[in-house]
């Protein structure tokens, strides 16, 4: 296992990948459609995350207990190849490596996995949830399968997520706060337009950045999102297809979000 030790706590002792929300100076805040259902299993799913990062800052005081937490929870491909720690697949998704990767990932399923959630419903999500995560990190894998490079994080899963809400709901307005030096603004953009933009990111610097030293784990965003698209299709079908779209105007089936004095709406939640 290669040790690439942080030097501050709350970092991995492992150099990991960058959260889903590396967008280059473009971070979705909310979407315009929230949905009017509780969406029990996202807010679980959030809660998991932020209790596991709490209780690894509280309980894994020294790097060495660190090293061995994350030997044996992250997915590690060169221990795959081996047939070792399968558990990894799942155990994995729900690790950060830091507080702003654990926050950029919540942020990200909180913006997009309460529609998803609703149309789907609980339990159907929540299998969905995990096996874009668990495809997410096969497709990490077959790219690298002898790194030794530890992949965590919930990005793989939230991208499952991102490519499912694409499909079903293509022309939600999101609002994207953009930013770059000094400059930054707040846009409502179509979900087609962000979500296009950021998957196609990924893939280019899946084929132009060399993660074998660490960093952002772009084969796992961009797998977890192909995931999460197909495995949208039979619902989307299901509903109508391109008659769905048709229905909801390719929105989320609730009524928008209502504006205040600025340009950006009041979300209750």
Same mark, same amino acid.
């Given at each position: ?88 697949? +799942?155990?994995? +998704? ?86 770059? +030096? ?88």
């Amino acid at each position: 296992m290669r040790h690439c030790w942080q030097r501050s706590r709350g970092q991995l002792p492992l150099d990991p990948p960058d959260h889903i929300g590396n967008g280059r100076g473009m971070l979705p805040i909310r979407d315009h459609n929230p949905s009017e259902r509780t969406p029990y299993v996202t807010l679980i799913l959030i809660g998991i995350n932020v209790i596991v990062f709490v209780l690894g800052l509280v309980f894994l005081q020294s790097d060495q207990a660190l090293g061995r937490f994350y030997y044996d929870y992250a997915m590690i491909p060169a221990r795959l190849s081996q047939g070792e720690n399968y558990d990894a697949l +799942i155990t994995s +998704i729900f690790l950060h490596g830091g507080i702003m990767h654990l926050a950029g990932n919540m942020l990200f399923l909180w913006i997009f996995g309460d529609n998803l959630e609703e149309e789907m419903g609980h339990i159907p999500f929540l299998l969905f949830y995990l096996a874009c995560g668990i495809g997410a990190s096969l497709a990490q894998f077959i790219t690298e399968p002898l790194s030794p490079i530890p992949t965590v994080g919930a990005s793989g899963a939230i991208a499952g997520v991102m490519g499912g809400y694409l499909l079903l709901f293509p022309k939600a307005k999101v609002d994207i706060f953009i930013f770059f +030096i000094v400059f930054f603004r707040i846009l409502p953009i179509p979900a087609w337009v962000m979500l296009g933009v950021w998957f196609g990111l990924q893939l280019f610097n899946g084929f132009n950045v060399d993660t074998s030293a660490g960093g952002v784990a772009y084969w796992a965003h961009a797998g977890g999102f192909v995931i999460g698209f197909m495995g949208t299709l039979p619902l989307w079908m299901k509903r109508g297809g391109k008659q769905f779209w048709q229905r909801t105007e390719g929105h989320p089936p609730h009524p928008d979000a209502t504006y205040g004095s600025s340009n950006i709406p009041t979300v209750r939640r």
